[in-house]
């Protein structure tokens, strides 16, 4: 706010408070809601047990795909929208794109994998794997994406905690 001029500065901060209680606000509902359910309060606390998902990200994972934990690693992979698809026809062969899915799940974890890769070390090695290998930084992203993907829905499944020594490999 140093560069604003002092009227404006004046002017944004009241709305800027305002906007930071409805935030709060909003944030301690959806936290209310999550443990009012005891099936969403013990999701939301194996979620949060991965370094790198927090609690927004485990509450627009419980809201936005409930089925994870229910479901193949595959149709989780797709649903997020981080299945690699076939772009091929008779002899042609096209190059593999992402698409489809539910686009607020892959932009969540889009965030959270930026800073799973800072402090979670599967995932840094992961990713510093794949960009060794020549694979583009946003490929190699979405690819630590989709193995956080399967990581989360077999944590879901079996209903374990996050080990990261198990999920090396």
């Known amino acids: 706010m140093q560069i604003l001029p002092q009227h404006l500065e004046m002017t944004i901060k009241p709305v800027l408070t305002v906007f930071k209680n409805q935030i709060e606000k909003i944030e301690n509902k959806i936290v209310s809601l999550i443990e009012s359910?005891?099936?969403y309060q013990a999701k939301n606390i194996t979620l949060q047990s991965m370094k790198g998902i927090g609690k927004i990200?485990?509450?627009s994972i419980i809201s936005n795909l409930p089925e994870l934990g229910y479901i193949s690693i595959k149709q989780a992979s797709a649903l997020v929208g981080v299945a690699p698809m076939n772009r091929e026809s008779g002899r042609y062969k096209g190059h593999r794109k992402i698409q489809g899915g539910r686009h607020q799940v892959?932009?969540?974890l889009y965030m959270a994998m930026?800073?799973?890769i800072q402090s979670n070390p599967v995932f840094k090695e992961t990713y510093q794997r794949l960009v060794a290998a020549g694979k583009p930084k946003k490929v190699a992203i979405i690819a630590?994406?989709?193995k956080m993907v399967v990581?989360?829905?077999s944590m879901l499944r079996?209903?374990?905690m996050w080990e990261a020594p198990k999920?090396?490999?």
């Open 37 to 39: 359910c005891p099936d």
């Open 57 to 59: 990200d485990s509450a």
């Open 106 to 108: 892959r932009t969540v």
């Open 114 to 116: 930026m800073s799973a």
């Open 144 to 146: 630590c994406i989709r």
């Open 151 to 153: 990581i989360l829905n």
């Open 158 to 160: 079996d209903g374990v």
């Open 167 to 169: 999920a090396i490999n």
